[in-house]
């Protein structure tokens, strides 16, 4: 067990942690829960041994090992492929593997030289080659692969350096090499802030399975409801434990707030009372000692703090903007592809659009991590080159908020430089009062931007950025990091907002609360919807449901009303024996892969004999079968309302049904082209 004892911890005269106690209990799962800024970051490296307190201690036990994925990464990267960076979390076993390499030379050099050391040599590699095999040496590799696959990476990135990746995807492979390392005590600060749906689906799963402690910072809610028992509310400079989840922690605080608020009122009462009372008979020489011991009973007082109050409501107007022509932004039809680092290259938009943003639109542009959603937001504020025609409207003015803004603020200015140094400086009052809305406190606004928690320079990037009144916004992730009272500040802030926006999000209830029209980036393409998110949600699972063009009777896909005829004509070629015992290769090699892989999963299916197809082709159709079952079966639970009331059971249920929607997608279209490929190979 770790145990913090009596922890405390000042940044000037601002006071983080005041005798902090916290015995933390193996194998519990607790989410570290609090504002931005209040000290959580803090409190893991405490843990971690990286920020010593000013006072008290932590004791960690010499045979616990402790696992820590910091909220950001520096930005020094090593010179190694993703892989064999993730593998540098063996370094014992890769240690040992330097050894037997060593001793395999030496044993090189020896030869024919004197027998004894011979023997010691072979001894010696012998323990290291055991020492290895016991440690499973031979799959680490494997393992390394499998891990950073579910992170998300495919299988082509592994062995691209770490450096041609961005931020987010370097934060996985510290994830995954922490993960590799299997602590007895993992500290993870906000690890879904990088992360996609499936990519979160997997590290829930991981951390599911996972028997140690987890300690574990998160503003996302229905990641905190599943993954933990235990909430450790950081609040005041203590910790204040909740035994259950999230939703849990929200009614009970609510309950020990009353019960705090009821007894905090009743001591400010007998408080008044007994100063009263001191205040009547302080000269009265009768009642000398009962007002000497009243005196003495308030110093030693233990006052009760009044309960937190609830959260402020946002009193800010926010400039507005001058008003643009109808048509804002015009995207003729566009194509876009990078050269990768080792280069190929990736497409990432083929034929899109063409795309209009009107005036007083509020876009949301959804999709997977890596569909192309940065990317286009870059198009549409015009810094990204690519195949196309970009036209601003009237009387446009952009303005672009991304995560690194955040990065890109200058550490050295206070908060109130750093927005004062915006070139439409306005007065200072102003810029006052939408700090305040941002909630920084009069005291705050001094800060140095380098001291800043994640949370805090989010929020005065978005600051930044909402202070200069243009009239059409592109966001990409402002919501990452903030806490839930700064994103209901962001929410006011673009309710009120009068012009045009574009905004990437992952954040359900936030592209809820104020977008009307849906961009949804899938496969190079972007399907648009006028609605919102909740709506589009809706309708696809529709559309899906009903599109003839996908489904047959009987729930068979028809491809297109086309019928395969299974009848072939065969061509046998010439055959040499050599020519026989190659095809017989072939064979066996592609119905391994069909068999371990299944035939939507590989490349080169085409090679595929007839028979071979035609049984791929039955075993496609008996999963498309499968999942549509699954589907109906999920459809049911989402649409019984009783089901909705509970978020994190039916998040986990949406969820489930994008997966396998996406799943039979994948699978229609394998089954078309398998189809129509047999067709056309039976008619040759
Ligand atoms: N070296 C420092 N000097 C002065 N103040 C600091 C320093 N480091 C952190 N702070 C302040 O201490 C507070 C706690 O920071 P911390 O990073 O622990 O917050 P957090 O709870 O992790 O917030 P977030 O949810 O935004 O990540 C913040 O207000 C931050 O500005
Ligand atoms: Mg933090």
């Known amino acids: 067990m770790i145990q913090l004892d009596n922890i405390s911890l000042s940044f000037g005269s601002r006071e983080i942690f005041k005798n902090l106690n916290w015995p933390i209990k193996d194998g519990k799962r607790i989410g570290l829960f609090g504002p931005n800024g209040v000290g959580k970051t803090t409190l893991l490296n405490v843990i971690a041994g990286q920020t010593h307190p000013d006072g008290g201690a932590v004791i960690v036990p010499p045979s616990v090992t402790v696992g820590y994925l910091p909220q950001e990464v520096g930005d020094s990267v090593s010179a190694n492929t993703v892989v064999e960076e993730g593998m540098t979390a063996f370094s014992d076993i890769q240690a040992l593997e330097r050894e037997m390499e060593s001793v395999r030379e030496e044993l090189g050099r020896v030869s024919g030289g004197s027998a004894g050391e011979r023997k010691r040599l072979l001894h010696r590699l012998d323990a290291v080659q055991t020492e290895l095999s016991t440690r499973g040496a031979h799959t680490v590799r494997y393992q390394t692969e499998k891990l950073l696959l579910g992170l998300g990476f495919e299988t082509g990135d592994l062995n691209k350096p770490l ?152 009193h ?54 890596g569909a192309g959603k940065s990317t286009l937001a870059r198009i549409a504020i015009g810094t990204e080159p690519f195949e196309g025609e970009r036209k601003e409207g009237y009387n446009v003015s952009v303005t672009y908020f991304a995560q690194h803004l955040a990065e890109s603020l200058d550490p050295s200015n206070t908060i109130i430089e750093e927005l004062e140094s915006q070139a439409e400086a306005r007065n200072e009052t102003e810029i006052r009062s939408l700090l305040g809305a941002f909630l920084f406190s009069e005291g705050d606004v001094y800060k140095k931007v380098s001291v800043l928690s994640g949370g805090e320079k989010s929020r005065v990037a978005l600051a930044k950025t909402l202070l200069s009144p243009r009239n059409f916004l592109v966001l990409d992730e402002p919501t990452n990091h903030l ?33 009307n029209k849906i961009w949804y980036a899938e496969k190079g393409r972007i399907v648009t919807y006028p609605g919102t998110y909740s709506e589009f949600r809706y309708h696809q699972s529709l559309r899906e449901r009903m599109d003839p063009e996908s489904t047959a009777e009987g729930g068979t896909p028809a491809g297109n009303g086309r019928r395969v005829k299974y009848d072939e004509a065969q061509n046998k070629p010439a055959e040499s024996g050599e020519f ?86 994948k699978l229609y279209e394998r089954w078309e082209a398998v189809s129509s490929h047999l067709e056309k190979r039976v008619s040759d």
């Not at 839930?484 to 954040?507: M, P």
């Not at 017989?584 to 999963?601: F, P, S, V």
Request: aromatic share 8%; glycine share 6%; proline share 3%.
């Open 163 to 314: 450096s041609t990746f961005s931020g987010g995807w370097r934060m996985r492979v510290a994830l995954a090499k922490l993960l590799l390392v299997r602590p007895d005590v993992l500290l993870l600060d906000e690890p879904t802030n990088h992360l996609d749906i499936e990519s979160i689906d997997w590290l829930e799963k991981y951390l599911r399975e996972f028997k140690g402690t987890v300690i574990l910072v998160s503003h996302d809610q229905y990641f905190l409801d599943r993954m933990t028992d235990t909430i450790a509310e950081l609040a005041m400079g203590r910790i204040t434990e909740y035994a259950g989840n999230y939703s849990y922690y929200l009614e009970e605080r609510k309950s020990r707030h009353r019960i705090q608020k009821s007894a905090y009122e009743n001591q400010q009462r007998k408080i008044k009372d007994t100063e009263r009372f001191i205040e009547r008979f302080r000269y009265k020489n009768t009642k000398a000692s009962q007002v000497q011991s009243r005196i003495k009973a308030l110093e030693k007082l233990e006052r009760i703090p009044p309960p937190p109050s609830d959260d402020p409501a946002v």
């Open 316 to 369: 800010f107007k926010f400039p507005e903007p001058e008003r643009s022509g109808k048509a804002v932004l015009e995207l003729s039809g566009f194509s876009k592809s990078y050269n990768a680092a080792d280069g190929s290259v990736v497409t990432v938009f083929r034929d899109a659009g063409p795309l209009l943003i009107s005036r007083g639109d509020k876009i949301a542009l959804i999709g997977k991590n």
């Open 483 to 515: 806490d839930i009272q700064s994103r209901n500040v962001l929410i006011e802030a673009l309710r009120q907002y009068k012009g045009t926006f574009l905004v990437v999000s992952h954040d359900r209830h936030f592209l809820d609360s104020i977008t």
């Open 580 to 665: 026989r015992r190659l095809e017989a290769e072939k064979r066996n090699r592609l119905y391994r892969e069909l068999r371990d892989r299944g035939i939507e999963n590989m490349e080169n299916w085409e090679e595929l004999s007839a028979s071979q197809l035609r049984s791929a082709l039955t075993g496609l159709e008996q999963r498309i079968r499968d999942i549509e079952c699954n589907i109906s079966e999920v459809e049911a639970f989402l649409a019984d309302p009783d089901n909705f009331r509970d978020g994190g059971r039916s998040a986990e249920a949406t969820q489930k049904f994008d997966r396998m929607h996406g799943e039979l997608k």
